[in-house]
């Protein structure tokens, strides 16, 4: 007779595995934030994350992998902010406050997790991360393009998408930016970058929506 594995076992080992990557992507994270991402080996992820090396590798290949992960799951975290912002939008105007308070709220998480900086670094140094770095960028930029759209009739689909694009990476180096400038000249990014996204949206109108 074929035996059959139980499918409460099947759960339980699943359950088991999701709660083991978790652990494994917290540490890393932890030691992300602590001493940059160049400095992190496997060896201090399995320590910190309670794991011989041996059962690490059983989930994660290398490094590389466990930072991919990461990545992935802070953009789905960054895109699932956009949409929340964009949902209600019914007006250009609506659209352009929408844009500006979802660079407001993520200007200020890059402010405050170091982390992300983290994450900036190797992708900066990994051209698999760059690549998906940049397709999330487009999803993103196709999202706001769709909804920008309807609000901008007789404007070129793909100029739409393509100053999509320009804003999502302006706000992106904005925040890094600012991280890294004199406080006094930081503190004037958030007012300058809301005023380059507002003119930047609104003079995509065609001249009769202007006037």
Known sequence: MTSVTPPRRRRASQSRSRATVQRILEATTALIAEKGAQGVTM????????LVIGSLYQYFTDKSAIFREILIRHQAEARALLHHFLAEVRTLEELTDAL???????????????????LWSI????PDLQALDLEDTLQN????????SRHLPGVEPGRIVATSVMLIQFALY???????LPPDMAADVPAISRDMIRSTLLSLQAPAQKT
């Not at 904005?174 to 890294?180: E, K, P, S």
């Open 100 to 118: 500006v308070r979802s660079f407001d709220a993520y200007f200020e998480i890059l402010q405050r997790d170091r982390l992300i900086v983290g």
């Open 141 to 148: 930029a196709r999202h706001v393009a769709s909804v920008a």
């Open 174 to 180: 904005a925040g890094r930016l600012a991280r890294d």
């Open 123 to 126: 992708v900066q140094t990994d």
């Open 43 to 50: 060896s201090e992820i399995a320590k910190r994350a309670d």
